[in-house]
């Protein structure tokens, strides 16, 4: 009986600390469990926080490709007015080289005109100066010839005079 009673006693310990040891395993079990809710919550958390990160960045990236695109779009816009540019330019200074040309024949042919024109000038005083003479050798002989006439109309007028 003694026996029975230090089993008794020996199983009564065993489960009284197998009560404690199931307790603290209750209290662990529980910690546990709230543990896992909070890692959960934090865990759908950061999961709802990356969706909205990859949404706010799909989006973005979509901004950035259609301001990319229409960038690409006005480079490309630019660069065609630039080679426009380019060839209006290459065309004024082809048109000013011309407009020099023009100049620098435009001043040969005024330097041409003011020697012809004085050398027509001076043979203008030549041909002056000759039909000056022409016209005191024709007055001259006119003259002669009115005197000459005066003469024969005195004679003729004094031979019926007399």
Same mark, same amino acid.
Request: hydrophobic share 30%; aromatic share 6%.
């Given at each position: %009986? ?14 009284h ?16 469990k ?10 759908? *958390?950061i999961e709802?926080d ?6 706010k960045? $799909? ?8 301001q990319?695109?229409e960038a ?12 426009e %540019?380019?060839?209006?330019?290459n ?9 020099q *040309?023009?100049?620098?024949?435009? $001043? ?6 003011e020697?012809v ?7 203008? *005083? !030549? ?8 016209? !005191? ?16 109309k ?7 005079? $007399?």
């Amino acid at each position: %009986m003694k026996q029975n009673t230090q089993i008794v006693k020996e199983s009564n310990i065993k489960i009284h600390d197998l009560s404690d040891e199931l307790a603290k395993l209750r209290e662990n079990y529980e910690a546990l469990k709230v543990e896992k809710e909070l890692l959960t919550k934090t865990k759908e *958390k950061i999961e709802r926080d990356l969706k909205d990160v990859n949404t706010k960045s $799909s989006s973005q990236i979509a901004t950035l490709q259609a301001q990319l695109a229409e960038a690409q779009e006005k480079n490309s816009k630019l660069e065609l007015r630039i080679d426009e %540019m380019k060839a209006q330019l290459n065309e004024l200074e082809n048109e000013r080289a011309n407009h020099q *040309k023009l100049i620098k024949e435009y $001043s040969k042919l005024e330097q041409r005109f003011e020697k012809v024109r004085t050398e027509l000038l001076k043979y203008g *005083k !030549n041909q002056q100066q000759q039909q000056q003479q022409q016209q !005191n050798q024709q007055h001259q002989q006119h003259l002669g010839l009115n005197q000459d006439l005066f003469f024969n109309k005195k004679f003729i007028f004094d031979f019926f005079k $007399s």
